[in-house]
């Protein structure tokens, strides 16, 4: 009897024919399959056991010292019309792309156990929710797929009762970076990734199906798939407001979602909720709001700079049960990174030598943590909620050291897309390649929208129709910098002084003057009480720079022209408002 099993079983057949594995596994993601995993990987010298006094459960992982971070450039997107991809990709046919991977994957499982990994990103139960299944040759990619994903024996079981899956293909190869592809085909929900074994390039479920996969689902279905944390503050009234952030990659999403609010914000009954860090999954519910899911299970974050300062909930929650990946180790096997300020100190890098700063920092700069986000102490109940949360803001924001003001609003649903596809910010350690540059990463999906960017524009602009209530959109720049190049803003709990304005502006309960950019706060508008903020630091905050705009809008119009011509009319308008409105 034909079984709604048969694709999966045929690809899987189809597969270990290509690439020739000893032994074909399927996850069931029981904790006695983790156990034999974690046992095999602990024998070969893949885990490290970290000291289980102070951190039970967790490892270490060394990954090669060449596979450290995504690698955009050898990321593709493979549609059959090249302009589908857009210039905001790197594009191959997709005959071709699948004849190089399929030539990689030739044999490349030979002595090893072949894993078929069942997954479904989202809770279980949620129409919002979508399943995959990725075959890989790698048991640390197992493990961290069991944290960050719903995954095992109930995703088969969806996969069974939906017949739909997104694939996905891996194997980490002989990870030699000239043979290194991750190879996305969309139009039949593939993905292929060959030569890495880190992180984004190999965990398939979270930037891959996520981002590149569910972003292209998204425009078919008519729901939006975004680079953007999810957290949901409480007011002293005792009601939630769920507002989602997109940052560029390393601008502190995981620090906003897990935020603990300045002592006299909690005496006053704020209270703050992390439903996810990284990626949210957004449409239109009856009521015409929009209704957000976390489609993962856990948290792939950046361990340095991570500390009881910058952010308690998140080392709270790494206290266990965690996998580590390129951290430094102390003298009794604790884990250790830069900014972790707990008074012990590294005995070996994240390359296994002895530690000194003349060679190397301790931990490698984008050295991560894998953990439940059930552990998260702020961790919100409704993050499992298959509904998803109703979403009041949308907030963009960039690392800029100079110009863009702390905070400002979009006059409405076009201008805040436009707010948007503005985004640019200076870039950080978390892809390869140069460090400190400023790049424009519309919605922070740079490297993540599987189409267009012109076609992703006219998708958010679509959402804005009869019957929408549209969440308010705004903007923030948390890195401002002075004269002296320090931060003019404190950041981190404080910032929940920012997200108090936008709430205000939700319920129509506070002010903003009208500027040519969009709606910014006075001084006043904001609770600034307790900071030690000069004259200068105001004035940069929470002031307006005409020409300084204008010169930004120009550079806009350069940009926004090489998604011609499919940037939508409508957004070009609108850009052509604000430039005539900064005169
Ligand atoms: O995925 C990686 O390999 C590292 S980059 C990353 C990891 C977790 C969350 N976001 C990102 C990102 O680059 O946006
Ligand atoms: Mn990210």
Same mark, same amino acid.
């Given at each position: 009897?034909?079984?709604?099993?048969?694709?999966?079983?045929?690809?899987?057949?189809?597969?270990?024919?290509?690439?020739?594995?000893?032994?074909?596994?399927?996850?069931?993601?029981?904790?006695?399959?983790?156990?034999?995993?974690?046992?095999?990987?602990?024998?070969?010298?893949?885990?490290?056991?970290?000291?289980?006094?102070?951190?039970?459960?967790?490892?270490?992982?060394?990954?090669?010292?060449?596979?450290?971070?995504?690698?955009?450039?050898?990321?593709?997107?493979?549609?059959?019309?090249?302009?589908?991809?857009?210039?905001?990709?790197?594009? %191959?046919?997709?005959?071709?792309?699948?004849?190089?991977?399929?030539?990689?994957?030739?044999?490349?499982?030979?002595?090893?156990?072949?894993?078929?990994?069942?997954?479904?990103?989202?809770?279980?139960?949620?129409?919002?929710?979508?399943?995959?299944?990725?075959?890989?040759?790698?048991?640390?990619?197992?493990?961290?797929?069991?944290?960050?994903?719903?995954?095992?024996?109930?995703?088969?079981?969806?996969?069974?009762?939906?017949?739909?899956?997104?694939?996905?293909?891996?194997?980490?190869?002989?990870?030699?970076?000239?043979?290194?592809?991750? %190879?996305?085909?969309?139009?039949?929900?593939?993905?292929?990734?060959?030569?890495?074994?880190?992180?984004?390039?190999?965990?398939?479920?979270?930037?891959?199906?996520?981002?590149?996969?569910?972003?292209?689902?998204?425009?078919?279905?008519?729901?939006?798939?975004?680079?953007?944390?999810?957290?949901?503050?409480?007011?002293?009234?005792?009601?939630?407001?769920?507002?989602?952030?997109?940052?560029?990659?390393?601008?502190?999403?995981?620090?906003?979602?897990?935020?603990?609010?300045?002592?006299?914000?909690?005496?006053?009954?704020?209270?703050?909720?992390?439903?996810?860090?990284?990626?949210?999954?957004?449409?239109?519910?009856?009521?015409?709001?929009?209704?957000?899911?976390?489609?993962?299970?856990?948290?792939?974050?950046?361990?340095?700079?991570?500390?009881?300062?910058?952010?308690?909930?998140?080392?709270?929650?790494?206290?266990?049960?965690?996998?580590?990946?390129?951290?430094?180790?102390?003298?009794?096997?604790?884990?250790?990174?830069?900014?972790?300020?707990?008074?012990?100190?590294?005995?070996?890098?994240?390359?296994?030598?002895?530690?000194?700063?003349?060679?190397?920092?301790?931990?490698?700069?984008?050295?991560?943590?894998?953990?439940?986000?059930?552990?998260?102490?702020?961790?919100?109940? %409704?993050?499992?909620?298959?509904?998803?949360?109703?979403?009041?803001?949308?907030?963009?924001?960039?690392?800029?050291?100079?110009?863009?003001?702390?905070?400002?609003?979009?006059?409405?649903?076009?201008?805040?897309?436009?707010?948007?596809?503005?985004?640019?910010?200076?870039?950080?350690?978390?892809?390869?390649?140069?460090?400190?540059?400023?790049?424009?990463?519309?919605?922070?999906?740079?490297?993540?929208?599987?189409?267009?960017?012109?076609?992703?524009?006219?998708?958010?602009?679509?959402?804005?129709?009869?019957?929408?209530?549209?969440?308010?959109?705004?903007?923030?720049?948390?890195?401002?910098?002075?004269?002296?190049?320090?931060?003019?803003?404190?950041?981190?709990?404080?910032?929940?002084?920012?997200?108090?304005?936008?709430?205000?502006?939700?319920?129509?309960?506070?002010?903003?003057?009208?500027?040519?950019?969009?709606?910014?706060?006075?001084?006043?508008?904001?609770?600034?009480?307790?900071?030690?903020?000069?004259?200068?630091?105001?004035?940069?905050?929470?002031?307006?720079?005409?020409?300084?705009?204008?010169?930004?809008?120009?550079?806009?119009?350069?940009?926004?022209?090489?998604?011609?011509?499919?940037?939508?009319?409508?957004?070009?308008?609108?850009?052509?408002?604000?430039?005539?409105?900064?005169?």
């Amino acid at each position: 009897m034909p079984s709604r099993l048969d694709a999966l079983n045929r690809w899987v057949d189809d597969v270990a024919r290509l690439t020739r594995p000893a032994a074909i596994h399927w996850c069931d993601g029981s904790d006695a399959e983790h156990a034999a995993l974690i046992a095999r990987m602990e024998a070969d010298g893949t885990l490290v056991r970290l000291n289980q006094a102070t951190h039970p459960g967790s490892w270490l992982h060394r990954s090669h010292p060449d596979d450290v971070a995504r690698v955009e450039h050898l990321t593709f997107v493979c549609t059959t019309e090249r302009e589908d991809a857009g210039p905001n990709n790197h594009w %191959m046919a997709p005959a071709e792309a699948h004849a190089k991977m399929d030539a990689l994957f030739d044999g490349c499982m030979q002595g090893r156990t072949m894993y078929v990994i069942p997954y479904c990103m989202g809770p279980i139960d949620s129409p919002l929710s979508r399943c995959g299944v990725e075959i890989t040759d790698s048991p640390y990619v197992v493990v961290n797929m069991r944290i960050m994903t719903r995954m095992g024996a109930p995703a088969l079981a969806r996969i069974e009762r939906e017949d739909r899956f997104v694939k996905g293909l891996h194997s980490t190869g002989e990870l030699d970076p000239a043979r290194r592809f991750i %190879m996305h085909f969309p139009e039949e929900l593939t993905i292929k990734s060959y030569g890495s074994g880190y992180g984004g390039n190999a965990l398939l479920g979270k930037k891959c199906h996520a981002l590149r996969i569910a972003s292209w689902q998204a425009r078919q279905e008519g729901w939006l798939a975004e680079h953007m944390l999810i957290v949901g503050i409480q007011t002293p009234q005792g009601k939630t407001h769920y507002i989602a952030a997109a940052f560029p990659s390393a601008c502190g999403k995981t620090n906003l979602a897990m935020l603990i609010p300045p002592e006299g914000y909690r005496r006053a009954g704020w209270k703050v909720w992390t439903v996810g860090d990284d990626i949210c999954w957004m449409r239109p519910g009856a009521d015409g709001r929009l209704y957000a899911i976390n489609p993962e299970a856990g948290f792939f974050g950046v361990a340095p700079g991570t500390s009881a300062k910058s952010n308690p909930n998140a080392l709270a929650t790494v206290q266990a049960n965690t996998i580590f990946t390129n951290v430094g180790v102390t003298a009794d096997n604790q884990p250790w990174w830069e900014g972790l300020d707990n008074g012990l100190t590294p005995a070996l890098d994240w390359r296994g030598e002895p530690f000194d700063p003349a060679t190397r920092p301790a931990a490698h700069p984008n050295a991560r943590f894998t953990v439940s986000a059930r552990q998260c102490p702020s961790y919100s109940p %409704m993050a499992e909620d298959p509904q998803g949360v109703p979403i009041s803001a949308i907030v963009f924001g960039g690392r800029r050291a100079s110009l863009v003001p702390l905070v400002f609003q979009a006059r409405d649903w076009t201008h805040g897309v436009l707010v948007g596809a503005a985004m640019g910010s200076e870039t950080t350690a978390a892809a390869a390649g140069a460090v400190g540059v400023l790049r424009r990463d519309p919605m922070a999906m740079k490297p993540f929208s599987g189409y267009h960017f012109g076609d992703y524009f006219a998708h958010w602009l679509a959402f804005d129709r009869a019957g929408a209530q549209l969440p308010a959109i705004f903007h923030v720049n948390w890195f401002r910098k002075g004269e002296d190049g320090k931060f003019l803003w404190p950041g981190f709990g404080e910032n929940l002084r920012v997200l108090e304005w936008m709430i205000g502006r939700v319920e129509g309960l506070v002010g903003a003057v009208e500027t040519p950019i969009g709606l910014l706060p006075r001084p006043q508008d904001l609770d600034l009480a307790g900071l030690d903020l000069t004259d200068a630091a105001r004035a940069a905050l929470f002031g307006f720079d005409r020409d300084g705009w204008r010169a930004e809008f120009d550079a806009l119009a350069a940009d926004l022209a090489t998604y011609a011509p499919r940037v939508p009319e409508a957004l070009l308008q609108e850009h052509a408002r604000v430039r005539q409105a900064l005169g």
